[in-house]
T-cell receptor, first 111, second 108 residues
Framework: NAGVTQTPKFRVLKTGQSMTLLCAQD?????MYWYRQDPGMGLRLIHY???????AKGEVPDGYNVSRLKKQNFLLGLESAAPSQTSVYFC??????????FGEGSRLTVL | GIQVEQSPPDLILQEGANSTLRCNFS?????LQWFHQNPWGQLINLFY???GTKQNGRLSATTVATERYSLLYISSSQTTDSGVYFC??????????FGTGTRLQVFP
């Protein structure tokens, strides 16, 4: 039972490049989330999904897109990376109003 | 939206000491969770506690929903307790809002 798995763990991009972060969970959770963590700012919600085929905006959605084609996977895309998107990205999943379980994080640096 | 404030922002303890971390929130909530982020960055769920009191070993938490605060107690602290403790809340939504955390350092 792996829980929540994120790939890749580390990535360096140049400004303007694109990339996709993959999150996979094996707990059959309906809800999945993408957060970013910046120093001194806690965790901020980027996008989330309440079920397969659904997505919704969080607090800081600009510059990101997401897709939930399968219940167990939640993808976060950056179409044109900017230095302001340098951060640590966390995926999480839960049942409805249940405990939130996090992946190990993905550290992204945009030069 | 709901505002979440945690105090103190930083806490330094010697091993064996007890501590209390506080989370204040600006509106009624029906979901409140405490998390520990260890020095390697891993986020672990400690408690799901929208109201009442729960205990897990040396850790316990109390949420007084009517007064809009929650407390996390750490007894007989150990160096492995070091890290950042986050409180997160939501009201009638699926979106948890996080506080900025309390950074705890425990020295031997």
């Amino acid at each position: 039972n792996a829980g929540v798995t994120q790939t890749p763990k580390f990535r360096v991009l140049k400004t303007g490049q694109s990339m996709t972060l993959l999150c996979a969970q094996d707990m059959n959770h309906e809800y999945m989330y993408w957060y970013r963590q910046d120093p001194g700012m806690g965790l901020r919600l980027i996008h989330y999904s309440v079920g397969e085929g659904t997505t919704a905006k969080g607090e800081v959605p600009d510059g990101y897109n997401v897709s939930r084609l399968k219940k167990q996977n939640f993808l976060l895309g950056l179409e044109s990376a900017a230095p302001s998107q340098t951060s640590v990205y966390f995926c999480a999943s839960s049942y409805w109003f249940g405990e939130l379980f996090f992946g190990e994080g993905s550290r992204l640096t945009v030069l | 939206g709901i505002q979440v404030e945690q105090s103190p922002p930083d806490l330094i303890l010697q091993e064996g000491a007890n501590s209390t971390l506080r989370c204040n929130f600006s509106d009624s909530v029906n979901n409140l969770q405490w998390f520990h982020q260890n020095p390697w960055g891993q986020l672990i769920n400690l408690f799901y506690i929208p109201s009442g009191t729960k205990q897990n070993g040396r850790l316990s938490a109390t949420t007084v929903a009517t007064e809009r605060y929650s407390l996390l107690y750490i007894s007989s602290s150990q160096t492995t307790d070091s890290g950042v403790y986050f409180c997160a809340v939501s009201k009638d939504t699926d979106k948890l809002i996080f506080g900025t955390g309390t950074r705890l350092q425990v020295f031997p």
